[in-house]
């Protein structure tokens, strides 16, 4: 999570957030998720690939002061991001699932 650890220099920087997000991406991918972990981590690569998707969308409405379509690429952001925080808390339930085995199940 490290790329996400400072705040944007400009909110409306979208490319910058894509390159931020697709570098998370890349991250994950070299990561082998022990079992209990793989579903969630696949959930959430799936849930950084539609936000980074639909980065250059935005910033071609930004671009066109198409306010209509910036509303309803955020709202379809947000539901990438619902995603972004399910797959965080499957991995913090599996991680806990485990720890309370002492990690012997997984």
Known sequence: MAPFTKPPASLTDY????RVVRKAIADLGLLVAPTPFAPSQAQLVAALRAQAALAPRMAHAAAARDAAALNNLEARMLTAETGVR?????????????????????
């Open 15 to 18: 490319a910058s957030a894509e």
């Open 86 to 106: 399910a797959a965080t808390r499957e991995a913090v339930d599996a991680y806990n699932r485990c720890r309370a085995t002492k990690f012997r199940s997984c």
